[in-house]
DNA sequence: CGCTCATTTGAGGGGGGTCAAGTAGAGTGG
DNA sequence: CCACTCTACTTGACCCCCCTCAAATGAGCG
């Protein structure tokens, strides 16, 4: 097995991601369908490029919201806490993808944000942004589109959460997970997962063990292959067929008939 | 027992809604913060008063995106189908919360929304929302904490169906709708709930039955009264714990010791 | 009054949670 | 480079909650 194409971000991203204009994200992230001295404004007034190492917060609950973020690279989950002290992952943010909606009603945060690996952010101020936004043409919109894709997201999240059994959870995961791969650029098949089995299970209502024993028997069922963290897709169509009606265990990769 | 409190909306808001400036919703509403001048340029190209059936639609799945509703009485039902056909509720929207917002990313609807009792709604047109957005200082930063509302109940949703048992999902969502009404000047204890246990099953991803057992249970523990669609909240704290820390069944309100 | 649909109630089985133990990796220091 | 440790992950056994199927009861309405 190739272990190169197991990637943290995009190759070259790393040089790229210094302009919005040479950001390979440009098309997701906010800037996308403004013209070049638009996009010139924005960067010399909004934009704020900040690392974020593995474990690190980008914010906490409590905190005062004071900016938008965009994952440039690396991986973060959003995590809630609730009264019980119960850690639920509310989402994992790959490159191109907005960090920080939680306490847009508020002002204050009600998540927590915490880097899976290694990431970079461009950090958007608030208070900039509702000005800039009036001059730049076509912020506005852009702005509703990237936190309406944040929604969708959401409400993808919670499809997954509702009367689904586990091993359906887990590939609709491992697919959602593969497409956003695919949009940055990323393997769409070989992918290295940034977040815990525990984050998995927190993200997708089970218990880590479940989320364990699906992926075990995907990888029996030749779905998968698994190795800690690396997982192959090696059947994308039978991946679908278990995400999209769980009943299609059997007589898939002739595991009954080999 | 009073009929006269179990109400569809609050009283005297037919009249007042006809106007943004008279609207009881005012506060919850887009034009919230906003000046007069402000207010009444905002009523003269925006809003679009409409009315909705109860089981009528506001819009379907694969419908453009034209603009935002805000619901300002009765109730709506967000849907959103899966593959498989089958329907999972994203969202009930009560007198002040916005309607529309899934199709934000595409400009196409992915869920549909119903009325779940004959309610009506201000239309927003999205075409001049950003035009009227960059004339109306304070509107950008109001729809922002609007959609951050929207986004918000979405997470106390997905907190609802991960990993909480049936009888914390029935007692949390209760205990959300109730708080809600009491926002809108409704009864916060003595509730018509609009949608049918279908839904809420839908909603809370249980099985209807499970829903009707949960509901029963709380009865027998002297938690709530139900009869039909109306419920009351007899012992608020026993719900909060209920919702809380679903281990707080017995000796609660002394169903043993009585 | 009789229809239909919503809701309740019952019985039974399975999926997944919990508890518990074992294994493999990753990082660290000798 | 290897041993050690700690955490992450896997695997097993058992049991309970909730889903499913089925039937009865109740509510709303023409």
């Given at each position: 097995m190739n272990e190169a194409v197991f990637l943290e971000a995009p190759a070259g991203l790393a040089r790229l991601r210094r302009s919005c204009s040479l950001c390979s994200l440009q098309q997701l992230c906010l800037p996308s369908g403004l013209d070049a001295e638009s996009l010139a404004h924005l960067e010399r007034t909004l934009r704020r490029p900040r690392r974020v190492r593995r474990g690190e917060h980008l914010?906490?609950?409590?905190?005062?919201?004071?900016?938008?973020?965009?994952?440039?690279?690396?991986?973060?989950?959003t995590v809630s806490i609730s009264e019980g002290g119960e850690a639920h992952v509310v989402g994992f943010h790959l490159p191109g993808e907005l960090v920080g909606l939680d306490g847009l009603a508020g002002g204050v945060h009600r998540c927590e944000a915490v880097a899976l690996v290694d990431s970079e952010?461009?950090?958007?101020?608030?208070?900039?942004?509702?000005?800039?936004?009036?001059?730049?043409?076509?912020?506005?919109?852009?702005?509703?589109?990237?936190?309406?894709?944040?929604?969708?997201?959401?409400?993808?999240?919670?499809?997954?959460?509702?009367?689904r059994q586990a091993h359906e959870r887990l590939a609709l995961f491992l697919q959602g997970l593969s497409e956003r791969y695919a949009l940055v650029g990323a393997s769409a098949s070989e992918l290295r997962l940034p977040m815990s089995r525990d984050d998995i299970a927190r993200y997708l209502g089970l218990a880590l063990e479940t989320v364990s024993r699906g992926l075990t028997r995907m990888q029996e069922d030749g779905v998968?292959?698994?190795?800690?963290?690396?997982?192959?897709?090696?059947?994308?169509?039978?991946?679908?067929?278990?995400a999209h009606d769980g009943e299609a265990c059997e007589g898939l990769s002739g595991r009954q008939s080999a």
């Open positions: 914010y906490f609950v409590g905190t005062a919201q004071e900016a938008l973020f965009v994952a440039s690279s690396g991986a973060l989950k952010v461009c950090e958007v101020q608030l208070d900039r942004l509702n000005a800039v936004a009036r001059e730049v043409p076509g912020l506005q919109a852009q702005l509703l589109r990237v936190i309406g894709r944040s929604l969708e997201r959401d409400h993808l999240h919670a499809g997954l959460l509702v009367r998968i292959d698994v190795r800690g963290r690396r997982v192959c897709i090696r059947d994308p169509a039978a991946l679908a067929l278990l």
